[in-house]
């Protein structure tokens, strides 16, 4: 489930995308709102998931914070969820997470619409100049809510449908037979072009650096982790343009709200073209004021034309002094959230190559040592003091882009395996791999 911290960039810097529709404040006792939130759901239901912001106004295309009139009730989530099931047939359900603005104080509801559904969501009644019964409505660029028009349109949202169904499915097999992901079969030369690309990738990342303090949080003190991808095969990007083209195609789903190779769009941190190279480092200095200052919202990160992939990024555990003591834990779930994002942002950015065989993987954990296995949330019972004696760990696979979709939870566990020994044996289970790539599926933005 994403936290308050992850949802906040689209309070902090609102911009509407497929993925995420801005509204002025909705007064749920009133039909024609619950409609318009209904409309927007049912959209991005049908688009693999999203976000819905509630109270913002857009002033001459600048999405602008709103006080909640004083006439207005809250927000809640049963009044969101009774809306959806009024007009949207199948009824689905969607949380609400109450987001605060760090500048104006106003909370913002997010409603988080969930992308999983395996048949077209429908209308299943009239609201005169909101909604008509029996219609299916699609997020189309501008952004907007309406019906698909063309035979691509209507393609891809039997595609997405197909795809929830095959997850269902294969889910109910994993619960019978617990099967094995055998690696995929790479050129000879793959793991270790990926490995050197990292090295230059990670030399880089220390170079910008250079001037910082030596406890800066963009430093990532208390110690990091790495992720490298490389589309083995893939046909390279034909320039830099391009390859911007199909990140952002690959952004179109987010599955947190600090996701893996994030795209700000405020300059500072925003994206640029450096070498043969798209990086983006948004730990880098600036006068503006900012509202993370933590390893982990410091990201850095660089990917090439020819598909390989780069990001390093501190630990959420050390981003909280003041209730956890950095270096000291690691969460026993975010190592599956965090790997598995990468890696299904890398399968997303694959579709949009041509000729990819597998994708080749390398992470890195570093600062291991000392650190206790534990549940921060308390979500998860972790018994006895599991500590890692080890200073870091690097796992290496490979991956066809049929077992990403099919067999996620088998590669992950297989993957993931040797980093949760490290902590005195413990013995990761499918059970907790899949049950947390589950809850991040779940969130399709």
């Known amino acids: 489930m994403p936290t308050i911290e992850e949802l906040q960039p689209f309070i902090v810097e609102p911009r509407e995308d497929l993925a995420a529709e801005y ?19 049912i959209a991005m239901a049908n688009h693999g998931g999203g976000y819905i912001i509630v109270g913002f106004n857009d002033q001459g295309h600048q999405l602008t914070s ?4 004083a006439d207005v009730p809250e927000v809640s ?7 959806i099931q009024r007009f949207a047939a199948p009824a689905f359900h969607a949380e609400v997470y109450a987001v605060p603005h760090p500048t104006t104080g106003v909370v913002h509801p997010v409603i988080v619409v969930p992308g999983n559904m395996p048949e077209p969501v429908m209308s299943k009644r009239d609201c005169q100049g909101v909604i008509a019964q029996n219609r299916c409505y699609v997020r189309k660029p501008g952004p907007r809510s309406e019906e698909p028009q063309t035979g691509d349109e209507w393609r891809e949202l039997l595609r997405r449908c197909v795809l929830a169904g095959r997850e269902d499915m294969l889910e109910a097999i994993r619960s019978i037979v617990s099967g094995r992901v055998e690696p995929a079969t790479l050129p000879p030369d793959a793991q270790a072009e990926l490995h050197a690309f990292l090295e230059q990738a990670r030399a880089r990342w220390a170079d910008l650096c250079t001037d910082l303090p030596e406890a800066a949080a963009a430093r990532f003190p208390q110690g990091y ?36 190779f994030l795209m700000m769009n405020t300059n500072e941190w925003a994206p640029y073209p450096h070498e043969d190279f798209i990086e983006a480092w948004v730990g880098r200095p600036s006068d503006r004021a900012r509202n993370y200052e933590d390893p982990a919202h410091t990201d ?6 020819d598909g390989k992939l780069y990001t390093i990024r501190g630990y959420t555990e050390d981003s909280h002094p003041d209730r956890l003591a950095p270096g000291s834990v690691i969460d026993i779930t975010l190592p599956v959230w965090r790997i598995a994002e990468g890696l299904l942002f890398a399968a997303r ?13 390398e992470c890195r954990f570093t600062g291991l040592n000392g650190r206790v296995l534990t549940s921060v949330n308390r979500d998860r019972a972790v018994f006895d003091d599991r500590t890692s004696r080890t200073p870091e760990i690097v796992l290496t696979s490979q991956v066809t882009l ?11 566990h297989q993957l993931l395996m040797p980093l949760y020994e490290k902590f005195d044996f413990f013995a990761l289970t499918t059970e907790l791999v899949d049950t947390e790539l589950g809850r991040l599926r779940g969130g399709r933005f």
């Open 402 to 412: 049929d077992q990403v979709r099919d067999n996620l939870t088998e590669f992950m």
């Open 349 to 361: 950015l694959a579709e949009t190559f041509q000729d990819v065989e597998a994708i080749a993987v």
């Open 23 to 41: 509204k002025n404040w909705l007064d749920f006792t009133t039909n024609e709102h619950k409609a318009i939130l209904a409309k927007a759901s």
């Open 66 to 69: 709103v006080a909640k009139p």
């Open 77 to 83: 989530q049963d009044a969101v969820n009774a809306a």
């Open 225 to 260: 982790y790495e992720m490298g991808f490389s589309l083995v095969g893939a046909a390279p990007a034909p320039n830099l343009g391009e390859l911007q083209n199909r990140l952002q195609t690959a952004h179109r789903l987010k599955m947190t709200g600090w996701p893996a």
């Open 300 to 305: 850095f990160w660089r990917i090439s034309k």
